[in-house]
Structure formats: C-alpha cells, structure tokens
C-alpha cells in the first residue's frame, strides 16, 4: 500500500475552519495599512540567491543555515524568500520606484527558513510588512510604531509592548563592533558554542543569545547606546520625543538588536510574554544603506514584519470571525425541478445581492439530510425550495439559529426579505 502523502514539517495546511480567522486579520490590518497611505505590492515567492547574500549578510544564520535555496534548470541559483525587505528593494529597483521619491509599500504572505519546527516558528510562515523609503527623518520611524500600535488596539491586544533600541551609523557600529568583540575575547571561557561561532561573524547577535548561564556576561558588555554617533543620537532622541507626545509606551532595550546585516539606526519590537520563546510579534528599523547596497543610490528606509501565526496565537479563539465565514443561507432543493429552479433563483439572488454568502445543495439527498447539511454549514437560513414551491411560485424559509417559526414567502418577495436583513454590505446592489 502507497504511504499517505503528508505536508512537510513545519509547512501546514490552513483549514476552513481557521481560515475565517486570518481573514479577519488580514482585513483589520489592510484597513490600518490603507488609513496611513500605504499601497499594496506584490513580488515572486522565489529570488536570485545573490539578492540575500547581499542583502542580509554571508555570515548571517539565515545565509547559512536557514535559506531553502536550489539550482534550477538553467544552473542558476534561487531561493524561497526568507524575508520581504530585500524582495520590496528589489521590485523598487527594477521598476524605477525610488529615483526622487518616497513610497509607502505593504506586502503580505508567506516566507521559507528551514528551522526546527515548534510552536509559533515555522518552516513556511506568513508575514505582512511595510516599507517606506526616501524619508530620512525620525518622523516616518515614529509613524511605523504609531501604525502598528494601531493595529493591537484594532485587534484588541492589548498585552504586546514595545521595546526600542538605536544601532547608529555604520561607523559608529563598526568601532563599537571592535569593543565588544575584545570584551567577549576577553571572556571567551564563559561564551557558549553558539556565541564563539558569533564572535568572529555577527558578534551583535551574541546580545541577543536566550541562553540564561550567559546572563551575568552580557550583562557587564559595552552599550552600542552609550557608543552612538551625534547624528544618530539626535535621531533617536528626536523619536523618543515623537513616540511621548503620541502616547506610545515603550522601554529601552539595549541589548535589541537585529539578525540582519543591513539595520542601522532605530530597531524596533514589539513583544509579548504569552507566547513563550516566541514572544517577538513585530520587528523592524532603519535600513539607510540597503538600496545602495542592491545597487540603487542612497536612499533612506524603514519599515517591519509581523507575523500572522503569531498574532493569530495571541488572538483568543472567538466564534465571529468563524461565523463570518459560514453562509447566510443554504438553498434546499428537493427534487429535479426544484434543482433547475434553484439554479435560476440562486443566481438571481447573487445578481440582486452581492456580498451574500448563498450555498446551494449538491447532490440531492432527502429533505431531512438537506437540512442537517444547512445546520453543519453555520447558515443563518435554509431556504427550501420542492415540488410544492416550484408549482405555486413560493419558497420557505427556516431559522436555524433562532427559535421562530418556518414562513413561506412570494418567491419574487425573497430579495427584499434577505434585504432587510443582512448587513448592508451583503444587502447592497452597489
């Protein structure tokens, strides 16, 4: 007997029982996305490899270890995108978005990093960002962090945080890099196996390690906030200011940093402690060198991600959403000819009503089980079309979520009724 196929580890299949959910989602935070100007963009699931080399870093975990990357027929070397942020540099670059303008750019869907599977960490997982570029000042950082505080009070989250941090310039990175690397160098006893493989790649990173017997160590390491750059000092400051008068909370985090080359300047997240070690569910900063980076001519940017199953994991389970899902009404038909006039009436009512949720029954089947079938389904009505109504011109009506009894209506009378009763989006003839 052939083995059941199965999907990969780590890649998961999402239900129409849950899928009601990410709708709602990705709707609330659409709408967030287009009250703040931002405009929607597109690019391919798969890049050239050079794209991610040059971008996140050869040293870096992702590069290394974590990129699902293949030769394809032409021996060219490509890759699942494992972030947006190059993909929406690239896309700018090559249609000519960013010479003498600024852009506000959203995307949405899914990324590939080859990780050890668990909860809220995934080899494919689903992300929406936002980018801007081509404003330089502190006040387009402060917007990002107004935007996505908007979005937990649209979703009603209100136990996420936000933690705030400043890399500075490059330079000033580069001579802080040389501090920190001589204190661990000076401590390499105490430094795990991950953190000496860090030291000579990506010693930042060593800030960020979870491991607890490296507490006391990176407690006692050189601040990159006490190493900043003038500019870069009055730059986070002038955020500090922004974020106080809009009302948004925050603490310092000294030791935030990011996994990815290319950050400078304000990084941000926004965190949450009932997610266990996955507690990130935003991140972001500046990245003022990426575009020249990718070949384009200095051009400032900020933006960040965040994750859908994570949010969705903060989300408590809540019947609307699913609800919203389910069809406002199931169309029973008993019979050949009740089929052939359903088809009609169905199409109809869709034609009168766009936005109504209509499930006509397939493939026959007694009344009794037709019903049962309009239960199961979540309809709000079973519209129940037999012999008797086709004959007379009639249909009838059943509650299936409230206790009232079954009406029979004019057949021409059941657009106007649906009408009056469904949301005005679904009972719109816009």
């Known amino acids: 007997m052939a083995k059941n196929l199965q999907a990969i580890r780590g890649m998961n299949d999402i239900l129409p029982d849950a899928s009601p959910r990410w709708a709602a989602l990705e709707a609330a935070v659409r709408e967030v ?11 391919p699931i798969v890049e050239s490899t050079e794209l991610f080399r040059r971008s996140i870093g050869e040293v870096t975990d992702i590069v290394e270890k974590e990129m ?11 890759t699942l995108r494992p972030e947006g942020t190059a993909c929406c540099v690239r896309a700018c670059l090559e249609h000519g978005l960013l010479h003498n303008q600024q852009q506000r750019l959203w995307y949405a869907g899914p990324m590939f990093r080859h990780e050890r599977p668990q909860k809220g960490r995934y080899r494919q997982f689903h992300q929406i960002g936002a980018e801007a570029f081509g404003i330089d000042g502190p006040d387009i950082d402060a917007e990002m962090i107004c935007m996505t505080a908007r979005f937990w ?29 001589a204190y661990f160098e000076a401590h ?33 390491a050189p601040l990159l906030i006490e190493h900043l750059d003038a500019a870069s000092q009055v730059h986070f400051e002038r955020l500090r200011e922004l974020l106080d008068a809009a009302g948004i909370a925050y603490e310092l985090n000294p030791r935030l940093v990011r996994g990815l080359d290319y950050y400078s300047r304000t990084v941000f997240e926004w965190v949450t402690d009932r997610l266990g070690a996955q507690g990130t569910v935003c991140a972001g900063g500046r990245y003022d060198g990426l575009v020249e980076l990718l070949g384009g001519r200095p051009t400032p940017g900020v933006g960040f991600a965040m994750g859908i199953e994570r949010l969705l994991g903060l989300l408590e389970a809540d019947a609307e959403p699913a609800a919203a899902g389910a069809p406002q009404a199931y169309l029973v038909t008993v019979g050949a000819a009740a089929e052939l006039a359903g088809l009609v009436l169905a199409e109809s009512l869709r034609d009168a009503l766009p936005g109504l949720r209509l499930q006509v029954n397939g493939g026959g089947g007694q009344f009794k089980n037709q019903l049962k079938r309009a239960d199961r389904c979540g309809a709000t009505w079973a519209l129940i079309l037999g012999d008797q109504e086709v004959a007379d011109g009639s249909i009838g009506v059943k509650a299936l979520r409230e206790d009232e009894e079954q009406i029979r209506l004019p057949r021409a009378h059941l657009t106007e009724w649906l009408r009056a009763r469904l949301p005005a989006r679904s009972g719109s003839t816009a």
């Open 188 to 220: 390499a006893d105490a430094l795990d196996e991950d953190s000496r493989r860090r030291l000579a790649s990506n010693p930042l990173r060593i800030l960020d390690s979870k491991n607890p017997a490296m507490a006391p160590l990176l407690a006692e």
């Open 68 to 78: 699902y990357t293949f030769a394809d027929r032409n021996g060219d070397s490509l």
């Open 153 to 181: 009070q649209r979703l009603g989250l209100g136990d996420v945080r936000l933690q705030l941090n400043s890399l500075g310039s490059a330079a000033a990175r580069a001579a802080y890099r040389e501090r920190l690397v």
């Open 33 to 43: 996305l287009g009250s703040y100007g931002y405009a929607e963009i597109r690019f």
